[in-house]
DNA sequence: CTGAAAGCGCTAACAA
DNA sequence: TTGTTAGCGCTTTCAG
């Protein structure tokens, strides 16, 4: 059962290299009687074969790479299953690579893709990330890259995105709506584009609906789980605490939740919740816990299928190619009852 | 910013294209000096080597591949962790593929690794996998692979698991000693080696303590989530119904939380439930999950240092090197007051 | 329809 | 210490 290259396959069958090359690609040139012989003997042989050397001698890899901050977060690995499954249909395989939120990683990670690891990129950006020349320069180096979720506001390129402002909007307003006046917003990053439109459709909403915003109701979370546990339970704890809170994304979660039972607050009679969230689970909490639930399959595969549009015709530009997938809000126990 | 190959290093440099590729590797071969200047033009010219002559000339490709059913799974998002904080430190990638739980899916992308993509695998099978043809041939072929989580008995290679027996028993005896006489065990997969661990660990437990076996309570479950919800919904409103459940996957709990809910049925109550799981939110749901939380991380770390400990030393044998990490049963509200 | 031969970018044996 | 060269396995002209 040892592997075999094309050459001992050739041989086997007294043919040539280029012929038998050939054949397995399904060549024009070749004869259907020759095919059949050639993929038989492949099979019986066992034969397959070496992609890098393929990709060496097509400078493709038929690869393409996806950059992602973390895999263990419903969002990304539902938007995972999304890329792949038209990567599939393609004929590519998928490099998820993950950067753990770490700019330094990013970097090294889209470095390395220069030297023809993947012949186009997908990319979510880490929480640090607030300078792009490491992306402009993996474009400018012609590799095609289409940002989904998390992109960067100054590389020009397609960019797949959830109405963050919107959703962000409508989450403030249902909360208000459900007579919170004194409403938090939890951010990851002060730089993330996604994160500042959130903030800023929850800004919005407040000023349309006349209430004052407070700056102690922002706050900056790290990438620390123990850390922000403790930063929000500080926030619940001031004299004028919030009676509502808007987590800008999912791994916020547990340490809202966890906070609120240690303060012994109810949910939603003391504090309302909303997060950005894709847990399956957020229909079986205690209480069930209202999201802004993204597209994240959805905002995958159109962002591969965008991509494998510009693998496909060097000539389409993905430049103004941006799409906005809208979210939901669904609306559950944790601000209602 | 077009990207460069060794060559045109070599030119700019006046060096021949071996002494740029020995200083590159560091070798011992080349003086200090030219190292020096070396690398500083490559970073200058932003040259990057291309993986794929590498691996094509070296006959080793930098690469492992980690195959799952699954990446939206606590459990193997968090092995990957494992497995890739060991791979980043020995310098090699991860490639991540997904059987979606798919026997035919896992045999292509075994197959495949043998055309080189990979010097070494880390597997965990799909619950369709009955038949292991597949995998021993990959092994035949001279690819080291070690199991994890998910493992064929009657392969030969090293596995790591978990305590899946031990830890059944144990859910089961906690449920027997909060007064549960009538446990349901939910099962994925009548195939699957951890499956029928832990069915034989409630087992043993019923027998322990007396209580007959039902066969109308052990449930194989599908992979359709909609079916498993009617399928455990039916469990539940059946005459004798379980006032116990063990559910053996972590992708179980939703469909058994929102069975109760539908039926009205209290938890821990009327029923109470353990579930093979590392979801971050079983603390936080409604009621809080008692768990059997397995070592995910660990058990990546671990498969992937076995690993490389083959990969780095031909001599090694991954034959009777098993490790068996226990899991912890972490109980909460589901089954206690 | 089939075959010979060049070469993708890199490494390593061997020569100098 | 540096350079020459062959070749990893494959695809693709180009010639037959």
Redesign the pocket.
């Known amino acids: 059962m040892k592997n ?4 001992e ?2 041989l086997e069958l ?12 399904d ?9 059949r012989r050639v993929l038989e003997t492949a099979a019986r042989l066992n ?8 990709s ?4 493709k890899s038929k690869n393409i790479g996806v950059v992602i901050p973390e895999v263990a977060d419903s969002f990304f690995s539902l938007a995972i299953n999304g890329i792949e499954s038209v990567a599939k249909e393609k004929g590519y395989h998928v490099l998820i690579c993950l950067t753990h939120e770490s700019f330094e990683n990013e970097r090294t990670i889209l470095k390395e893709f220069q ?2 690891r993947v012949d186009g990129v997908l990319l979510s950006v880490s929480r640090e990330t607030t300078q792009c020349n490491h992306i402009s320069d993996l474009i400018a180096n012609g590799l095609p890259l289409v940002f989904f979720d998390r992109a960067c506001d100054n590389v020009e390129t397609a960019k797949i995105t959830t109405d963050d402002f919107e959703s962000a909007y409508k989450a403030t307003a249902h909360l208000i709506q459900q007579n919170c006046d004194q409403i938090a917003f939890l951010s990851i990053s002060k730089s993330l584009s996604i994160s500042n439109k959130r903030l800023e459709g929850y800004l919005q909403a407040l000023s349309d609906y006349q209430i004052k915003v407070d700056q102690k109701y922002i706050i900056h979370c790290s990438n620390d789980a123990e850390q922000n546990y403790l930063l929000i339970k500080k926030l619940l704890q001031q004299k004028n605490k919030p009676n509502g809170i808007i987590a800008s994304v999912e791994k916020l979660t547990t340490p809202v939740y966890m906070a609120c039972e240690a303060l012994k607050l109810k949910v939603p009679k003391d504090v309302k919740i909303v997060c950005f969230s894709n847990l399956e689970t957020a229909a079986i909490l205690n209480p069930s816990l209202t999201t802004i639930t993204q597209p994240a399959f959805e905002m995958g595969k159109t962002a591969a299928t965008l991509l494998f549009r510009a693998l496909e015709n060097r000539n389409f530009s993905l430049i103004k190619e941006d799409f906005i997938i809208p979210s939901t809000l669904v609306v559950r126990g944790s601000t209602s009852h």
């Open positions: 075999i290259n094309i050459r396959l050739a007294n043919l040539s290299v280029s012929t038998v090359s050939k054949a397995l690609n060549s024009y040139e070749i004869s259907e009687e020759t095919k034969y397959v074969p070496n992609p890098y050397a393929s060496l001698r097509g400078r030297g023809g």
